[in-house]
């Protein structure tokens, strides 16, 4: 059975720092690109970074490049997202997502990725 379970969510001020996990259980966690989304009370899910598992190429979305940063050890079978600088907009409902192939041009759409997370809620204060 495939599981994605993240955590780390939590209330934080903005300019304040806070890393995601995400363990993975029941696929082959090393084969897979992993990425990360968010979604906001009343806006769509957005892509926010992923790393693929053939080169470990990263990409990140405009908002938060140079401030997160996607990590992965597939000897724990875990993904990581360090989130420094946060900013009030950063406020989401963060999941993350496993892609079977990580294909360069889709990496960013969420409808390519084969599993998902419950999500972790994420709160920035101002």
């Known amino acids: 059975q495939v599981r994605l379970v993240e955590s780390g969510g939590e209330l934080v001020q903005a300019g304040g720092s806070q890393r995601l996990s995400c363990a993975a259980s029941?696929?082959?966690?090393?084969?897979?690109?992993m990425g990360w989304f968010r979604q906001a009370i009343g806006k769509e899910r957005e892509f926010v970074a992923a790393m693929r598992w053939r080169d470990g190429a990263t990409y990140y979305s405009d908002s938060v490049k140079d401030r997160f940063t996607i990590s992965r050890d597939n000897a724990l079978n875990a993904l990581y997202l360090q989130m420094n600088s946060l900013k009030p907009e950063d406020a989401a409902v963060y999941y993350c997502a496993a892609d079977r192939f990580g294909s360069p041009g889709t990496i960013r759409e969420p409808n390519k990725y084969d599993y998902w997370g419950q999500g972790t809620q994420v709160t920035v204060s101002s």
């Open positions: 029941g696929f082959t966690f090393s084969r897979y690109a």
